[in-house]
């Protein structure tokens, strides 16, 4: 086993406050550098955890914003990532231009190393920022590879096979999860099943870091895990209104080592591809 592929990884609950971008971020460097106490590597953060999620303007949204990676808080970030030698996932307002973005910056100890901008916008979302153009990048972190994902990314299994085949070992899921419709109170809520099923369809650990509260309104049902390849949670969910760290000690390798299901199963290479060719990519018939 090399050494190399294991690392503590805390998924980090909090609350944002809706416009409070200081406290917001002091808030998060608090967490950090309690994960770093704790051994963590990589930690994620929530979607949007600078400055809130239910924005009542696209302008209100853009005087919030920031470039990436030369605002404030990627800053503050690059510091914290530095100080703690770890690896640092986090959603944040990104402004490029005159487009607004819903995005999730990789940053590391030599400082920043990515972005993911969030491709499939939910609810009013769609008013305020421009749907991702960046796919869906694989990061190499020395230990492994990691892709990211946002909040409603995950109801497509398309993103989790397109971080597959790129090779990712790890999603990292910055997230403000919000009620569905019908929920049976017996049953884990949609987004964990979501995770668990896509980390196990695609042999990939999956580590959502969810916030808590309700903002304007909107409640947040907190419930971060960390999923391993199998699919099975390794820590968490966490609460439904407490802010707290979720910590799990993986080896990246494992996803990669032991992918089969069966002597004779393994989820990607099983693919027929001789059949999606043709399907895949059009758009759904209306009625079926």
């Not at 406050?17 to 608090?30: F, K």
């Not at 309690?34 to 209100?60: D, H, I, M, S, W």
């Not at 939910?122 to 892709?147: C, K, S, Y």
């Not at 949609?190 to 309700?214: C, K, Y």
Request: proline share 6%.
């Amino acid at each position: 086993m090399k050494q190399e592929s294991r690392m503590k990884v805390a998924c980090l609950q909090m609350e944002p406050r809706i416009g409070q971008v200081q406290a917001n971020v002091a808030r998060s460097l608090e967490l950090i550098a309690q994960a770093a106490r704790a051994g963590a590597r990589l930690v994620v953060l929530p979607e949007l955890c600078n400055t809130g999620y239910v924005f009542k303007t696209r302008e209100e949204a853009l005087d919030l914003s920031e470039e990436v990676p030369d605002g404030p808080t990627c800053e503050a970030w690059v510091a914290a990532a530095r100080k703690h030698a770890m690896f640092i996932v986090a959603g944040i307002t990104e402004r490029k231009g005159d487009k607004l973005y819903n995005s999730a910056v990789l940053i590391g100890p030599e400082g920043y190393i990515g972005t993911y901008r969030k491709n499939h916008l939910w609810g009013a979302e769609n008013t305020i920022f421009e749907p991702g153009n960046l796919g869906v990048p694989v990061f190499d972190i020395g230990a492994g590879r990691v892709a990211c994902a946002i909040c409603y990314d995950i109801w497509f299994p398309e993103i989790f096979r397109l971080a597959a085949l790129q090779g990712a070992d790890m999603l990292c899921v910055a997230t403000n999860w919000v009620p569905m419709p019908a929920q049976p109170g017996n049953l884990p809520m949609m987004a964990n099943i979501l995770t668990m099923g896509g980390a196990h369809a695609n042999s990939m650990f999956v580590a959502a870091a969810d916030r808590i509260g309700v903002e304007r309104g909107q409640p947040f049902l907190g419930n971060s895990l960390i999923v391993s390849h199998t699919g099975w949670p390794l820590a968490g969910p966490a609460s439904l209104d407490r802010e707290e760290m979720i910590v799990a000690e993986i080896d990246l390798a494992d996803a990669r080592r032991n992918r089969n299901l069966t002597d004779f199963n393994e989820q990607l290479r099983d693919r027929r591809t001789d059949l999606y060719g043709e399907m895949l990519g059009s758009a759904a018939t209306p009625g079926y």
